[in-house]
């Protein structure tokens, strides 16, 4: 059974920053490539940040430069750190391969920056 397992979000000014975790069992983590989503009020979820299995990563335009997304295969955890955060960041935030697999999503975790 798998299980992905977010963690780290909170409530943040404009302009600061958050770590996510996302913690992953029952798969082989090591050999999925792995990505950040979103989903905001009233919106659908949309895909943030990608990560492969040798460590190259990708960006939606508007989290580049700002989003950095990494992985530890030992740990069999990703993670996204979030600087120069924006209102328009607030979202749930949820981790799943790339591309998604649709039973894998979890319960997320919920990122707020207030202006």
């Known amino acids: 059974q798998v299980q992905l397992v977010e963690s780290g979000g909170g409530l943040v000014q404009a302009g600061g920053s958050l770590g996510l975790s996302c913690a992953a069992s029952?798969?082989?983590?090591?050999?999925?490539?792995m990505a950040w989503y979103r989903q905001a009020p009233g919106k659908q979820r949309e895909w943030v940040a990608t990560?492969?299995?040798?460590?190259?990563?990708n960006y939606a335009d508007s989290v580049k430069g700002r989003f950095t997304i990494s992985r530890d295969n030992a740990k069999n955890t990703v993670y996204l750190q979030m600087n120069s955060l924006k209102p328009e960041d607030t979202a749930v935030y949820y981790c799943?391969?790339?591309?998604?697999?649709?039973?894998?999503w979890g319960q997320g975790t919920h990122v707020t920056v207030s202006s």
């Open positions: 799943n391969k790339y591309p998604p697999v649709s039973g894998y």
């Open positions: 029952g798969i082989i983590f090591s050999i999925n490539a």
């Open positions: 990560v492969t299995t040798g460590g190259r990563t």
